[in-house]
């Protein structure tokens, strides 16, 4: 073998070399989810849906850094924000308990007005109406409710359901496929309604085929958008690693591959609806000096 030879084989084992320790000189971030569709769909290893598509995102903009996915309960993910040195989650709702322990981004996602589900065929039970006050509806002892424990739904609502959290025709269930579990629950008459997010709620009724046999009211209590924040530990390491967040965030929020990343969240009759809350929740607050229809061309 020839002196040039040996050289330039010499050169790309340096390479390799550096660049094996390069890889693995980096930290690694462990991402906590929970597969609530649209938010995470997860199929095996494979996850997607709107919050997934705003982590890939997230990573891209953080590159020195590895990123590894764990899907969970919200419990435990809320468990490893507070022992855990390296651990983030997006699509975390704000309320006073969390921020004790959790650093918050800016607003990073947001979500369709808060539902209560019902079987179909009940509707007359509940008034039959298009709205429905979830704090009148809790009143009557006669239905049962059902909520996830962990899942937070805003101030205002979280308020409502605490205050009556302890009556026996309220209960609480655990799961790391909320959703899921609230409508199996609704469908075999466990309990008479529950909540959650519209989309979220209405892709596991089609998943189980009911589908058609479950209605969602909108709650007279809640009628704005849920925001959803990316998290990390209340320590010297999440403080820093928010504010890279941040700014990726300020960068990322106008711009039209961002906006593409909620399209399961509305359809032709609610895009106008969905986009005017987009500009006001997420991209005004970010871009002072620039206006929404300057950024992104809806398609």
């Not at 930290?27 to 989810?33: E, L, M, N, P, R």
């Not at 996602?109 to 509806?137: C, Q, W, Y």
């Not at 469908?187 to 046999?213: L, S, W």
């Not at 809350?277 to 206006?291: G, W």
């Amino acid at each position: 073998m020839g002196k040039n030879k040996i050289f330039a084989l010499s050169l790309v084992c340096i390479s390799i070399f550096i660049a094996d320790r390069y890889s693995w000189s980096k930290d690694t971030i462990t991402w906590g989810h929970n597969c609530i569709p649209p938010l995470y769909i997860c199929d095996g290893e494979k996850v997607t849906g709107v919050a997934a598509a705003i982590e890939n995102i997230i990573f891209e903009n953080l590159k020195d850094y590895d990123h590894h996915r764990v899907n969970s309960n919200l419990e435990r993910i809320l468990d490893n924000l507070k022992t855990q040195r390296m651990f983030c989650s997006s699509s975390i709702a704000k309320n006073p308990e969390r921020e004790s322990f959790a650093y918050y981004s800016i607003p990073a996602a947001i979500v369709p007005p808060i539902h209560i589900f019902i079987r179909k065929d009940e509707h007359s039970a509940f008034g039959g109406t298009k709205m429905i006050s979830l704090e009148n509806t809790l009143k009557n002892g006669k239905l049962k409710f059902g909520y996830p424990s962990s899942r937070s739904f805003g101030p205002e609502i979280d308020s409502i359901i605490k205050a009556h959290s302890t009556e026996p025709h309220v209960s609480a269930s655990y799961s790391s496929d909320v959703s899921e579990q609230q409508i199996s629950l609704l469908n075999n008459k466990r309990i008479d309604y529950t909540i959650g997010g519209y989309f979220a709620m209405k892709f596991a009724a089609k998943k189980q085929g009911i589908e058609d046999k479950v209605l969602g009211i909108r709650i007279i209590e809640k009628q704005d958008y849920l925001i959803l924040y990316v998290v990390c530990p209340k320590n010297d390491w999440g403080k820093k690693m928010i504010d890279k967040i941040n700014t990726i965030l300020r960068k990322e929020i106008p711009k039209q591959r961002y906006f593409d990343c909620f399209k399961p969240f509305y359809d032709e009759t609610t895009q106008d609806e969905f986009q005017q809350q987009y500009e006001n929740l997420l991209v005004k607050p970010v871009s002072k000096y620039r206006t929404f229809y300057e950024t992104i061309t809806f398609r």
